[in-house]
């Protein structure tokens, strides 16, 4: 036999779908009421209903982005270009589950400003997940100071090398092309494939 929800749970529920169903019927005033939920989900479910409607402002984003729940300031992330002036940067130094998010959103919008904070985070932080993310925002963005924490990403574990090299095809120098081909010989065979790729090379090597 399995024990019921306790009735919180199931009113929780309740009020998430029914923010959810807001956005597809174009109810603005139940999608904001929803942003004011005591439940984190209720809340990510208004901004989503909002973002769907188009109508999430400048001031919604701040208050998700400043939301207690990391869940929810994570959401917020994953919104990205759709979440109108939202200061991602912000979130830079939150919750691990939170900057591998905001790193993801910095990159989407190619945000400059971020570069110095997304090269620190790519060269120095303790989670792999974050330092991955960076050097992926950091190849988004495209700019020639976060060159050098993209090449350094190449000497980490596998899946930042496979980050770093997709990185590096937002950079034409001679350095990158000769990282790259040493990438050709790299003992991981996803990065000699993912190498072969940004270099327009056709033959598999694994």
Known sequence: MTTPAPKALIDAARRQGQASL????GDESSARRALCDPEARVRCAGLGALVRMGRATP???ALIIEDVDPHARRYACEMGSKLPGANFATLLTDDDMVVEAACFALGELRDLNAVPALVRIASEHANPLCRESA???LGAIGD???????????GTTPQIRRRAVIALAAFETDECEAALRRCLKDRDWQVRQAAQDVLGLTTPDR
Request: with cysteine.
């Open 22 to 25: 807001a956005g597809h019927c």
């Open 59 to 61: 001031q919604d984003a």
């Open 135 to 137: 050097v992926a925002a």
């Open 144 to 154: 020639q100071r976060g060159l050098p924490a993209i090449l350094s990403a190449l």
